[in-house]
């Protein structure tokens, strides 16, 4: 049985493990999340390389009695400095690392996955702080599809009827579905639960869907809609994972 492995990797969390080692997990597209084992203390050259955002090629060794993993080297190819230099762009970085761990690299199509987030984190390392919110929806639209968990919102869930261009849709936070008005005011749903969708938030998401993360955040939308968008982006996946990520609220 082969031991060695050469991975892909991005690096998502870093912790320690006893008195000068560290655990690593990595998104890679090849096997999803990995774990592994960083040896050696505050000398290693391992501490600099191994840090998250950091993007680059990933030697392993297995240990298949154990079922434990080694690092044995990491080369970096993407350092993304720039996005340390700025608050909100650490900040964004983090919950979008956070998101990618905790629904397990989005459960299977690994390849997309690392697609998806290696290019939203190249586009936060030159974001301007303004734009950090919308690249972090936009990431989490995306990602909802690949969990196969994003709504369509060109039509009410309950008469099927396609939602008029400057209509509200409503969102129904348990159902995970949008409704028109009629239908969400007909419906014996907890009014509690629900979130208006203006036209203006749906046009965007529609807009940017199948755009790079750097070109998604030039299109800008009111602080009305960017609330309503954000809302709805982080209810799908606290949905999904069964909780709401502490760093959600940080970008």
């Not at 154990?66 to 983090?94: C, N, P, Q």
């Not at 008005?181 to 969708?197: I, M, N, T, Y």
Request: charged residues 25%; proline residues 5%; hydrophobic residues 40%.
């Amino acid at each position: 049985m082969e031991r060695h492995h050469i991975y892909s990797a991005l690096v998502l969390r870093v912790r320690p493990s006893g008195e000068s080692n560290r655990d690593a997990w990595f998104l890679t597209p090849e096997e999803g999340i990995l774990k592994a084992t960083v040896f050696g203390g505050p000398k290693s050259k391992f501490r600099a390389l191994v840090s998250p955002f950091h993007q680059g090629r990933l030697w392993v060794y297995h240990n298949p009695v154990r079922d434990s993993r080694k690092l044995t080297d990491f080369d970096v190819h993407a350092w993304r400095l720039g996005i340390r230099e700025k608050y909100r762009r650490a900040m964004t970085a983090g919950a979008v690392l956070e998101a990618v761990l905790e629904s397990q690299g989005s459960g299977g199509n690994w390849t997309r996955a690392w697609d998806t987030a290696n290019r939203t984190l190249d586009a936060l390392d030159q974001a301007e702080e303004g734009a950090c919110i919308r690249i972090f929806i936009h990431f989490l639209w995306n990602w909802a599809l690949l969990l196969g968990l994003r709504p369509h919102i060109d039509r009410c869930a309950g008469c099927t009827c396609e939602a008029p261009r400057d209509g509200v849709l409503l969102w129904h936070n348990r159902e995970g579905t949008l409704y028109c008005p009629s239908c969400a005011g007909a419906s014996s749903l907890q009014p509690g639960e629900w979130l208006a969708l203006g036209p203006e938030v749906r046009r965007w998401l529609e807009a940017v869907e199948n755009l790079d993360p750097a070109a998604a955040a030039r299109y800008t939308m009111d602080p009305s809609s960017l609330g309503q968008a954000r809302t709805l982006v982080t209810r799908i996946m606290a949905g999904a994972l069964g909780k709401r990520l502490p760093g959600w609220d940080r970008v």
